[in-house]
Structures are given as structure tokens and as C-alpha cells.
């Protein structure tokens, strides 16, 4: 409805736009119900007319949608990972990842094991996106002879 305000969150397409050496990603608000979107991730809009809105301008909305894009994660610190059961310690943690070019091994294969900043439960099996935080080399290697690298990720 015209001049009512609905909680809204950003929903990211998978295509990308390119400013200079900048990745952004593509989105659009979609007004949602308090179950769709965890914290953290909704906003307020009240939809208007915009026939009848004469001083909304250009300029003001790409002001405001400037500002949303620089709070949305850099597409190229995205990863997906999925939640399995760790059965040695009886907990839930992302499935180790084996990129064949890692850059913080200087472009080898390594093993990635992925940790969550915020203490959050993880569904066994579910799929989850998350925006890499910080990647460490530990100077350990796995049965594969490929060096260890612990990533800390934030979910989104």
C-alpha cells in the first residue's frame, strides 16, 4: 500500500556490476515477514507514488543506493559452503574446501577449513553463503601433502 512501511531485505541476483576494479553485486528490495530474514539483514522502506513525488530526484536515489552498496559484501570474498557432521567431535562444521590455485599459498592447492565468526548453529547439510573475513596459512599439511589454510567467514 502507498505511504505504508514494510520491512524489507535485499535479495542479490547472481550477476554482477562492475565499477573500475570494484565487484558489486545485483539486488532489489523484497518486503518480507519476520521469519524470511535473520537479523541484521532487513531495513525499513515505505513504498510511495512516484507520480505524485516531484522532488524525488536522480541524484537522491543514487545517494541512497550508494549507501546500500557499499554495506553489501565484495562478490569475490563470497564462498558457499555446506554444513556436514563432524562425527569424531559430534558437531556440525562447513565441508573443508580443496581449490587447486589458492592465493594464500602463492597460487597452490591447499585445504580450506572454514570457521564462523559469530557463534551461530549449523543445519547438517544445508547450504550456506558466506563472505570470507580473514584467510591464515598455518604451515601444517594434510595427508594430501597440500598445505592448511583456517578461514573465518561471516554468514550472510
Not at 524489507?8 to 523484497?30: D, K, R, W
Not at 541484521?40 to 507514488?49: A, D, L, P, Y
Not at 557432521?85 to 562447513?94: L, S, T
Request: charged share 25%.
Amino acid at each position: 500500500m502507498i505511504g505504508k512501511s514494510y520491512c524489507c531485505f535485499l535479495v542479490i541476483a547472481n550477476t554482477q556490476y562492475i565499477e573500475g576494479s570494484n565487484c558489486f553485486p545485483v539486488a532489489h528490495a523484497t518486503a518480507y515477514s519476520d521469519d524470511e530474514a535473520g537479523s541484521g539483514e532487513g531495513f525499513t522502506h515505505t513504498w510511495k507514488n512516484r507520480h505524485r513525488e516531484v522532488g524525488t530526484s536522480l541524484a537522491d536515489l543514487a545517494i541512497g543506493l550508494a549507501g546500500i552498496r557499499e554495506q553489501l559484501p565484495d562478490q569475490r570474498k563470497i564462498v558457499n559452503l555446506v554444513a556436514v557432521r563432524d562425527y569424531k567431535r559430534a558437531v556440525v562444521v562447513f565441508a573443508p574446501q580443496y581449490p587447486g590455485r589458492d592465493p594464500v599459498v602463492d597460487n597452490l592447492p591447499s585445504m580450506r577449513f572454514f570457521y564462523t565468526k559469530d557463534k551461530q548453529e549449523l543445519i547438517p547439510g544445508k547450504k550456506y553463503r558466506a563472505e570470507e573475513i580473514s584467510a591464515v596459512r598455518t604451515g601444517r599439511r594434510n595427508a594430501r601433502n597440500v598445505e592448511i589454510v583456517e578461514v573465518v567467514v561471516r554468514i550472510l
